[in-house]
């Protein structure tokens, strides 16, 4: 089209063309509410609050103020089918109750330490060369766990593989060698196991809404005595938290978290969503919606 037009004129529709899309490219950003100070540091305590319900911990909490409250009571009446849908298959659940068994059958402690033992021992001057390709392969595992993990929001999958890195790269090959420590970890996670009161996976995919979150917070108070055996202390790392609002306009903002854990720094980001005054976590809300839909 250009081409059939005169020198002058061709000059005149690029202008214009150039003009177009610089107008396309600014409107959007026009359109966008303006940054709002009070909003702002309203969604930064809010995500605050969010991450403190982690310290007691207490899951019902941490629930109430990632969900809104249309939300959260939607996912009470629903959790029946949602824990029906999400269920795993037959190879899994036998799965899950052999490990589960494993942690708490009679001196469990004792027979996870002499396995443990029995492959390690091969395996030590391997460790001691190979150890930083080690840690490399274990972050990306965990890492790739945590994203396939459709129980988890984008938050919580973000703040997941931002812990397990963190934890990762500042392990010593000495954490996997040591006899005594690792004897103190094995009697932690059985512990954890047992003080859950899960008898197996048909019990665990039965607990109602408030059981299964208050077994949640204790599982994790658990794991987080478990980091206290190797020096990561997850609550002290709290009282020097981090919160810090990147980007608000509307009732949508993103937020970007950071603590540290022992010698390394945990950090990652949360959109969240404003309802009635109160910033709750966009991809919690985004979660249910999505499992609601599914078939």
């Known amino acids: 089209m250009l081409a059939s037009l005169s020198p002058a004129g061709a000059a005149v529709a690029k202008r214009l063309l150039h003009a177009l899309l610089l107008l396309a490219l600014v409107l959007p950003a026009g359109c966008r509410a303006p940054w709002n100070e009070a909003k702002a540091q309203k969604a930064r305590q809010d995500a605050t609050a969010i991450l403190h319900s982690l310290r007691e911990p207490d899951m019902l909490r941490y629930r109430a103020l990632t969900l809104p409250p249309v939300e959260r009571q939607r996912l009470q009446r629903e959790w029946p089918h949602i824990r029906q849908r999400l ?3 037959a190879s899994e659940q036998a799965s899950f109750d052999k490990l589960l068994l494993r942690f708490t059958e009679p001196q469990a402690e004792v027979h996870l330490q002499r396995d443990l033992n029995a492959k390690i ?3 030590k001057s391997e460790i001691d060369s190979k150890w930083p390709l080690m840690q490399s392969s274990l972050t990306l595992l965990l890492q790739g766990w945590i994203e396939t993990n459709s129980q988890l929001s984008v938050s919580e999958k973000a703040h997941g593989k931002a812990l397990a890195k963190a934890i990762v790269e500042q392990m010593p090959a000495e954490w996997l060698q040591d006899k005594a420590l690792r004897a103190r970890a094995f ?8 003080d859950s009161g899960i008898r197996d996976y048909r019990h665990y995919s039965s607990l109602g809404y408030v059981d299964f979150h208050r077994r949640m917070s204790v599982f994790l108070d658990g794991l987080k005595d478990l980091g206290k055996i190797y020096g990561l202390d997850w609550d002290a790392g709290q009282a020097r938290l981090q919160v810090t609002v990147v980007k608000q306009s509307g009732n949508t903002a993103t937020v970007r978290i950071r603590y540290p854990l022992g010698k390394k720094w945990v950090e990652f980001p949360m959109d969240m969503i404003e309802r009635n005054g109160q910033w709750f976590d966009a991809s919690a809300t985004a979660l249910l919606q999505d499992t609601l839909a599914e078939p």
């Open 87 to 89: 269920a795993l298959d």
């Open 187 to 194: 009697e932690q996670m059985v512990k954890i196991a047992r």
């Open 121 to 123: 021992k091969p395996l």
